[in-house]
């Protein structure tokens, strides 16, 4: 019994001490689920607009950002003409490698670039999103949801000399990251993605079992575990 307990405790060491590793890749997943459309009906009655999902690899953090099917970005004055907005203030962190895509498939154009340590304002909602630090936006062929290649509903890039944790923080008014969005999928309004743009965002709490949370959670199963099984031999 006491060499389960040790094996367990042992292991939580290990998954915990991985964790404080930069060379290991961690996952956090974030959902889109707060409808910030402004013009009557809203989002209609979807819900899930889609997840970013960011990835540590070394000392940056790969990005992607992928909409639920039948919804795509859009670049309006709501979002400052930005597809996605985040918080990235660290000083020496970049964007890099930004791409779009149509259910995965790399498109060319559009071109996007990303800027960071930077105050962007979002005055849609009467202010209360806040600012924001940082954010992807389009320099060529994908400027609204009317333009012909206006069928992207991912992005992908890399945020260099960052952390999960850095990447993570919350804006001023509780808010993680914005997708500037046409809701087309279903329980979205009539009239299609191009008729209902708007912003959604994602507020606290990446999903548990990736990433960090992931580790604690596996961590506090062993102990648990392993408490319980001495408490049965006793």
Do not use: W, Y
Not at 140 to 155: E, Q, Y
Request: aromatic fraction near 4%; charge should be neutral; include cysteine.
């Amino acid at each position: 019994m006491k060499s389960f307990t040790r094996i367990a405790l042992g292991g939580a060491a290990l998954l915990a001490a991985s964790a404080a590793l930069p060379s290991v890749s961690h996952a956090d997943t974030f959902t889109f689920t707060s409808c910030e459309l402004s013009a009557p009906p809203g989002c209609g009655t979807a819900t899930n607009f889609g997840t970013v999902t960011l990835t540590q690899s070394g000392a940056d953090v790969n990005v992607s950002v992928v909409l639920t099917p039948g919804n795509i970005f859009a670049a309006t004055g709501a979002g400052q003409q930005f597809l996605f907005l985040f918080n990235d203030a660290v000083p020496g962190s970049t964007v890099t490698g930004a791409t779009a895509t149509v259910n995965g498939v790399d498109q060319t154009p559009p071109a996007l670039t990303g800027v960071t340590n930077t105050t962007i304002v979002i005055t849609a909602g009467g202010g209360a999103l806040g600012t924001f630090t940082a954010g992807i936006e389009c320099t060529l062929g994908c400027m609204g949801t009317s333009s012909p290649l206006g069928t992207v509903n991912d992005l992908h890039f890399t945020a260099t000399n960052v952390t999960l944790a850095q990447l993570e923080t919350q804006n001023a008014a509780g808010i993680n990251f914005i997708a500037d969005i046409g809701c087309g999928q279903t329980g979205c309004p009539a009239g299609g993605a191009a008729a209902n743009t708007g912003l959604v965002n994602a507020v606290p709490g990446p999903i548990l079992g990736a990433g960090l949370p992931g580790l604690i959670a596996a961590c506090t199963g062993l102990v648990a575990l392993a408490r319980r099984r001495r408490k049965l031999v006793v």
